[in-house]
Nanobody
Framework: EVQLVESGGGLAQPGGSLRLSCTASGFTSDNYAIGWFRQAPGKEREGVACMTTYKDITSIADAVKGRFTISSDKAKNTVYLQINNLAPEDTAKYSC???????????????????WGQGLQVAVSS
């Protein structure tokens, strides 16, 4: 059974940084894609970043490019979402999602992913 566990959320000040982690388990191979999504109150879920474990192909949404980066530690089966220069509009529930397989791309669409973590809250406030 595939499981995704997020960690690293919480309360942060504007201008600060957070690193969210998504640790995966249960995959039968080392090839999968991870997407990070967020949903702010009253808004639709949006994809902010994704990457594939095959060739470490990454994609960052235009809305957060320059502030968000995605990376991985394959030894820990963990994908990180680094958020810099936090802004109040980054306040949202962040979730990671995964799809198993060897991919040359990853998707920002939530429907593409089969497995989801529970999500965690990020609040940005002074």
């Amino acid at each position: 059974e595939v499981q995704l566990v997020e960690s690293g959320g919480g309360l942060a000040q504007p201008g600060g940084s957070l690193r969210l982690s998504c640790t995966a388990s249960g995959f039968t191979s080392d090839n999968y894609a991870i997407g990070w999504f967020r949903q702010a109150p009253g808004k639709e879920r949006e994809g902010v970043a994704c990457m594939t474990t095959y060739k470490d192909i990454t994609s960052i949404a235009d809305a957060v490019k320059g502030r968000f980066t995605i990376s991985s530690d394959k030894a820990k089966n963990t994908v990180y979402l680094q958020i810099n220069n936090l802004a109040p509009e980054d306040t949202a529930k962040y979730s990671c999602a995964a799809e198993d397989g060897l991919f040359y791309y990853c998707s920002s669409g939530s429907g593409w992913y089969k497995y989801w973590g529970q999500g965690l809250q990020v609040a940005v406030s002074s």
